[in-house]
DNA sequence: CCTTGCTCCTCTAGTCGCTAGAGATTGTAC
DNA sequence: GTACAATCTCTAGCGACTAGAGGAGCAAGG
């Protein structure tokens, strides 16, 4: 009577390889899943999001611990207030970071793509753009 | 008399640590130096761009071969404008694309932060943000 | 001149985040 | 009841580094 989903519809339904579900479940990112009488895993409809957030938090550029501490603030949503705080905080400025440095090469590449237009590229400035200072936010790592 | 630098100042002044550079040698993304007489690397200082360029790039989460043609577009100024037209437009839309997800992302830790402030995370919709299609550009992969 | 110590060299192996494949089992459809 | 698809586990590969071994070069001090 549930409506719980094999590993392959749920796969269907998020864009996620099945072999990945599986390596997600592995690393801690997905919970271990219920099994049926012959040993397979079957999920319910709040996996479907988890896992959609997860994939889009990777194509953005997050690794897996980040992700999973993100995962972490909505798992325990009554835990340690300073704790996500402090993590939301990091993570809110490598974000905006990232939005800065990808519009510099929008801007740029958008420049290039303008001059392209006029039938010459011989003054591409790609390089120039993304390698400035001014646009290094100096995150360390 | 020129002011080539060892592999060591390159690393210190771009940041990118002198392992890596030696692998982007090998990968075709940094061209191979000149070398002195005990076969030690040495670089001009236009090597210190086209690093931190690959650097930002890689940060930003292009794939190396992506970068590749990024730096082909600038290498060769006077090539097939069609073929960079097409790499450029194609990096475009890709960067169009992970700037509008990760500020809806950014949006939603900001408002999680907000809603810290007040002493709470119950409704921590982390999950949500990023897992609903609305969100989704969709660009295969 | 020689030793100390740093940088550099090459090479191999390990890490992270998947991804692909082998080989066995199960479940479903004709 | 047999074919075929989906699942299982396990191992191995790949991309992009990163760390370490083992050796050579060079500059500075004694």
New binding site residues.
């Given amino acids: 009577m549930s409506k719980e989903v094999?590993?392959?519809?749920l796969?269907r339904e998020t864009g996620?390889?099945?072999?990945?579900i599986?390596?997600?479940e592995s690393?801690g990112?997905m919970p271990q899943p219920s099994?049926?009488?012959?040993?397979?895993?079957h999920y319910g409809p709040e996996a479907v999001n988890r896992l959609r957030f997860?994939r889009h938090a990777?194509e953005l550029g997050f690794?897996?611990?980040a992700i999973r501490q993100l995962l972490d603030l909505s798992d325990q949503p009554e835990r340690s207030c300073k704790a996500a705080d402090a993590i939301a905080r990091r993570h809110l400025s490598e974000i905006k970071s990232r939005i800065t440095r990808l519009r510099a090469l929008e801007r740029e590449v958008q420049r290039m793509l303008a001059e392209c237009a006029c039938g010459r590229i011989s003054d591409c400035r790609v390089i120039d753009v993304l390698s400035h200072h001014e646009h290094c936010l100096h995150h360390g790592k």
């Fill in positions: 094999a590993i392959g519809v796969s996620v390889k099945v072999p990945t599986r390596y997600y690393v990112l099994r049926t009488e012959a040993n397979r895993r997860i990777r690794e897996v611990d």
